[in-house]
């Protein structure tokens, strides 16, 4: 994976993944062509889902009067 590659925000990368599956869904592609894409498609997929993982355990988590973070916990 390039540095390029990791320093695209997710959208850019969404739709480049977007891109590519078009290409591949044209049919118009080459089966070495249609390798490469299908292999840079799953680079993109991986670094979105790491995004998205990162994102998430973010979202779950609070900072607290002490300024440390800590799992978000709802209290009934």
Same mark, same amino acid.
């Given at each position: 994976m390039s540095k390029v590659e990791k %320093?695209? &925000?997710f959208e850019e990368n969404i739709q480049e993944l977007e891109k590519?599956? @078009? %290409?591949? %869904?044209s049919g118009e592609v080459d089966l070495d062509a249609s390798i490469e &894409?299908?292999?840079h498609a799953m680079k993109?997929?991986?670094l979105c889902? @790491? &995004?998205l993982k990162n994102v998430e355990e973010q979202v779950n988590k609070i900072l607290t009067e002490n300024n440390t973070l800590e799992d978000f916990q709802v209290s009934e």
């Amino acid at each position: 994976m390039s540095k390029v590659e990791k %320093e695209k &925000k997710f959208e850019e990368n969404i739709q480049e993944l977007e891109k590519i599956i @078009n %290409e591949l %869904e044209s049919g118009e592609v080459d089966l070495d062509a249609s390798i490469e &894409k299908y292999t840079h498609a799953m680079k993109l997929v991986s670094l979105c889902d @790491n &995004k998205l993982k990162n994102v998430e355990e973010q979202v779950n988590k609070i900072l607290t009067e002490n300024n440390t973070l800590e799992d978000f916990q709802v209290s009934e």
